[in-house]
């Protein structure tokens, strides 16, 4: 009888040991990031890098190079200096940077000069709960991907 009633009442204070739902856990919909002001989801953070990401390219002509990678968004990169075609900051904090997780987002720019960014998601590796910005946003890729041939935006524009 003792180890009856043991048994339950393991089951009703630990009941993932007994088959039963686990504990909840904070999901990706809980998570929220302060920019400024304002918290944002993990889709709106995104979609913020992605934006910020553009216009930078808009800017200088091309992504962030891996050498510079995100930090470019906040510090202009020394080989830009003399150019007055940075017009940053175009972040407000690094924090941004981080997936939910407390990982670094991955970034990088491919042979295309295609810009890729994404979150490792939950298991911090490469894997199917990867969370990219391309599938995110597939209709804002697709806008993007048709800008290269625009060229960026002159700094000074000739009337």
């Keep these: ?17 007994c088959g039963g739902p686990a504990p909840a856990q904070k999901t990706l919909d809980d998570y929220r990031i302060e920019i400024g002001a304002q918290e944002f989801t993990f889709d709106q953070q995104m979609l913020y890098l992605v934006l ?49 997780w407390g990982r670094r987002l991955q970034y990088r720019v491919d042979d295309q000069g295609k810009m890729h960014l994404k979150s490792l998601g939950g298991d911090g590796s ?11 946003f597939p209709d804002i890729y697709r806008e993007i991907d048709k800008l290269p041939s625009l060229g960026p935006i002159p700094v000074d524009p000739k009337p």
């Design 126 to 136: 490469p894997s199917e709960d990867d969370l990219s910005a391309e599938a995110m």
């Design 52 to 100: 910020a990401l553009e216009i930078y390219r808009l800017h200088v002509g091309a992504y962030p190079s891996e050498k510079n990678n995100l930090e470019a968004l906040i510090s202009q990169p020394e080989i830009l200096e003399a150019t007055g075609r940075w017009m940053g900051p175009y972040v407000e904090t690094s924090r941004v940077f981080q997936d939910p």
């Design 1 to 17: 009888m003792k180890s009856t009633t043991a048994i339950l009442l393991a089951c009703v204070l630990f009941p993932a040991a």
